[in-house]
């Protein structure tokens, strides 16, 4: 069965700090990969997918992730966080010929000004 | 404004007692689905529909049901509710269904659901 393992739970950073956060699925096959970002009171929102290419994909507000295939991950970056980046975020895993996606259990970031 | 509505946005209950909870876009979608977030657990698909009339079991349907009568409505149903149903739950719409291409999935604002 398909499953999504994010490691960090919960991550402290102060503005202008980079990020890293860690993205692990468990899925043979080919798949479609996504993050999301869920701001305090807010609705889910998508921030970057991937689905073949180019293995750097680049999203909205900075935010850029890297698929190795050979890892099966799929980890989000950004270079420098900001205050407005304290969010909880999920990695996300839809196999390719399905329509069930997977979430990852979310890593809940605050940034300190 | 594309959007997807949830309602009600909150709703306490009591075991046993059977309640609705709609979903509703604006998009034209095919794909709609259901899921519920925990804490610690993240969000777990329940069902999901790939069009009018066909829906399917996601990793936790037990206890719910669905209907796609029509392509913006996707109501679920809680037949008897009870307390391990306390949640957060997310309606979500894409265009197209899964596979290569899958569109961005569209989530509503959530119905936080206590069953006492």
């Known amino acids: 069965a398909q499953s999504v393992s994010q490691h960090n739970h919960h991550v402290i950073l102060s503005e202008a700090a980079s990020l890293e956060l860690g993205c692990n699925y468990s899925y043979g096959g080919t798949v479609n990969l996504f993050w999301y970002v869920q701001y305090p009171g807010q609705h889910l929102q998508l921030l970057l997918k991937y689905f073949s290419g180019d293995p750097l994909v680049k999203g909205i507000k900075g935010f850029e992730a890297e698929f190795i295939k050979s890892k099966f991950s799929f980890n989000l970056r950004k270079p420098s966080v900001q205050w407005s980046d304290t969010a909880e975020y999920f990695c996300?895993?839809?196999?390719?010929?399905?329509?069930?996606?997977?979430f990852g259990t979310g890593t809940r970031l605050k940034v300190l000004a | 404004e594309a959007q997807v509505t949830q309602n009600p946005r909150y709703l306490i209950t009591v075991t046993g007692k059977k309640l609705t909870v709609t979903c509703s876009q604006n998009?034209?979608?095919?794909?709609m689905s259901w899921y519920r977030q925990d804490p610690g657990l993240g969000l777990r698909q329940i069902y999901y529909?790939?069009?009018?009339?066909?829906?399917d079991k996601g990793d936790v349907p037990e206890g719910y049901k669905v209907s796609r009568k029509e392509k913006r409505n996707f109501p679920l149903i809680l037949e008897s509710p009870s307390p391990n149903q306390t949640s957060l739950y997310f309606c979500?719409?894409?265009?197209?269904?899964?596979?290569?291409?899958?569109?961005?999935?569209?989530f509503g604002p959530g119905t936080r659901l206590t069953v006492l």
């Open positions: 529909s790939m069009n009018v009339e066909v829906t």
């Open positions: 979500a719409s894409s265009l197209s269904p899964g596979g290569a291409g899958t569109d961005t999935q569209y």
């Open positions: 996300a895993v839809n196999a390719h010929g399905t329509y069930k996606y997977i």
């Open positions: 998009m034209n979608h095919e794909y």
